[in-house]
């Protein structure tokens, strides 16, 4: 019996498929799975566990979902790469944003992209300050230019959560900036937007080329809260419209 096998025991009875699921990630936790490794056929991962094959197939179509594993050719289940892309995906899939919870997705923001801009400053090179001058230059010739200006945003946010060497953090930061895109789309179509978003990107900067970590996260702080009103106020203003 292979490794994998023999670090398989049987399960007490309670949700089984989520358990089945919960010992196969056990498994990559220790290491006996990894990413790659092609998993055993439904029928040995049933012996092993002892429960029936549908349980098995239940278990590994929810940490399919998850993003863990997946089906190839032939059948067979394999580990996926375990890529923080790859693994926060299901994070987009099921939060939806509204007037309610506004606020709260802009205090996440802040405690992630102002903790990975902390780090980022410790770590950040002259060549990385020279880029981000530039997209800050090239930010301030957009104030006209919604549709160019939220490009360069995208890239200039892309370009801080990638300074702290940080996947996870940094995925957990794409993730977020992702919810309420198209509210910011509309808000950034409102007079003055634009210009002050170019402000705040050129205080954050000039904060990471300063290698002040306390000063950049205030910046970061700032300009979050900036973006959370203008798009509670771009809700309202098309929830208002559709009544």
């Given at each position: 019996?292979?490794?994998?096998l023999?670090?398989?025991v049987?399960?007490a009875?309670?949700?089984v498929?989520?358990?089945v699921?919960q010992?196969l990630?056990?498994?990559?936790r220790?290491?006996n799975?990894?990413a790659?490794?092609?998993?055993?056929?439904?029928a040995?991962l049933?012996?092993?566990?002892?429960v029936?094959r549908p349980?098995v197939?239940?278990?590994l179509?929810?940490l399919?979902?998850?993003?863990?594993?997946?089906?190839?050719?032939?059948?067979?289940?394999?580990?996926?790469d375990?890529?923080p892309?790859?693994?926060?995906?299901?994070?987009?899939m099921?939060i939806?944003?509204?007037e309610?919870n506004v606020?709260?997705?802009?205090?996440?923001?802040v405690?992630?992209?102002?903790?990975?801009?902390?780090?980022?400053?410790?770590?950040i090179?002259d060549?990385q300050?020279?880029?981000?001058?530039?997209l800050?230059?090239?930010g301030?010739?957009?104030?006209?230019?919604?549709v160019g200006?939220?490009?360069l945003?995208?890239?200039?946010?892309?370009t801080?959560?990638?300074l702290?060497?940080?996947p996870f953090?940094e995925?957990?930061a794409?993730s977020?900036y992702d919810l309420?895109?198209d509210?910011?789309?509309?808000?950034?179509?409102t007079?003055g937007?634009?210009?002050?978003s170019a402000?705040?990107?050129a205080?954050?900067?000039?904060?990471v080329a300063?290698r002040?970590?306390n000063?950049?996260?205030d910046?970061m702080?700032?300009?979050?809260?900036?973006i959370?009103?203008?798009t509670?106020?771009?809700?309202?203003k098309l929830?208002?419209?559709r009544q």
């Amino acid at each position: 019996m292979s490794l994998v096998l023999e670090a398989m025991v049987p399960l007490a009875r309670k949700p089984v498929a989520e358990r089945v699921a919960q010992k196969l990630l056990e498994l990559l936790r220790t290491g006996n799975l990894k990413a790659g490794d092609k998993l055993p056929t439904e029928a040995e991962l049933s012996a092993a566990f002892q429960v029936s094959r549908p349980i098995v197939r239940e278990a590994l179509r929810g940490l399919s979902i998850l993003g863990v594993v997946e089906s190839r050719q032939g059948g067979r289940c394999y580990v996926t790469d375990l890529s923080p892309a790859r693994l926060m995906a299901p994070l987009q899939m099921v939060i939806a944003i509204d007037e309610s919870n506004v606020d709260a997705l802009y205090e996440a923001r802040v405690a992630v992209e102002g903790e990975l801009l902390k780090l980022g400053v410790h770590r950040i090179t002259d060549a990385q300050i020279a880029d981000l001058q530039k997209l800050v230059v090239a930010g301030n010739k957009l104030t006209r230019d919604a549709v160019g200006f939220r490009v360069l945003d995208l890239e200039f946010h892309r370009t801080l959560m990638a300074l702290a060497q940080n996947p996870f953090l940094e995925r957990i930061a794409h993730s977020l900036y992702d919810l309420g895109i198209d509210y910011r789309r509309v808000a950034s179509e409102t007079s003055g937007v634009i210009a002050r978003s170019a402000a705040e990107h050129a205080a954050i900067a000039a904060a990471v080329a300063a290698r002040d970590a306390n000063k950049a996260a205030d910046a970061m702080r700032t300009h979050l809260r900036s973006i959370a009103r203008t798009t509670y106020d771009a809700m309202a203003k098309l929830n208002g419209s559709r009544q």
